[in-house]
């Protein structure tokens, strides 16, 4: 559990950091193509379907097949304890995509693709700055599309209550999956680092918080018993 505590709090450590070092221009730079003016993979095939718009598709899908398996298992005796599982999975997944989604919609932070530095009219703003008077809303922090993997941590906790020997395949997948997606749009031009580490220390707060409402206070090697998953009542919602 403490790797779960020190993981956001090392994100958003890391996040400042990157923004106030350099790291995050410096890392932009390397994909932005100064001759031409232009973010390269900004259209490419492989970045902007395969690896952003598909997944997006994707996710919406995962989404609805846990929510009909939800309502399903509740109503089905024989599944019912597989209710708890997709439920939390479902609003793990909605709740982080959704905060993230509510904050990009709520800050003045720039994509880099549209900042003044890339040959655009956008000024740079940090996370600390003051936002100039009359910026638009910038739609680009936290990086969402990165939330959408990140949000997968959640196996991590699921895996806790049921079955803790695979928790931390759990924790990698969802942290694999949340970087392929945040470099995918780095590499665009639609997010810096910074982005996408904020991201992930929500992410992890959100399916932390919500593993303490569906699964209780985790235990030590704690797993479902075989009398909890024969008795819906522990399992409805």
Known sequence: MAVMLLL?????????????????????????????????????????????????????????????????????????????????????????????????????????????????????????????????????FPGGHSSGGFAFISLYYLAGACCPEYRFRGLFFGLFLGTLFAVTQEVRGAHFLSHDLFSLALCCLISGALSFLFFGAPKKDRRLSEEEESDPETHGL
């Not at 929510?67 to 089905?76: G, T």
């Not at 693709?113 to 940090?126: C, E, N, Q, T």
Request: aromatic share 12%; with cysteine; hydrophobic share 55%.
């Open 8 to 140: 956001p709090l090392a994100a958003i450590v890391a996040a400042i950091l990157s923004e106030y070092s350099g790291l995050d221009l410096f890392l932009a730079r390397l994909f932005f193509n100064e001759a031409a003016q232009n973010w390269p993979l900004k259209s490419n095939v492989i970045t902007a379907f395969i690896l952003h718009k598909l997944p997006q598709k994707m996710l919406a899908l995962f989404a609805v097949l846990l929510l009909l398996h939800a309502a399903v298992s509740c109503f089905y005796a024989k599944w019912r304890h597989w209710c708890r599982v997709s439920a939390y999975l479902l609003v793990s997944l909605l709740l982080c995509t959704g905060a993230v989604a509510l904050m990009k919609h709520s800050t003045h932070i720039q994509t880099p693709w549209s900042l003044i530095l890339f040959g655009k009219d956008m000024p740079y703003i940090r996370f600390f700055d003051q936002v100039p008077a009359g910026t638009p809303i910038g739609n680009a």
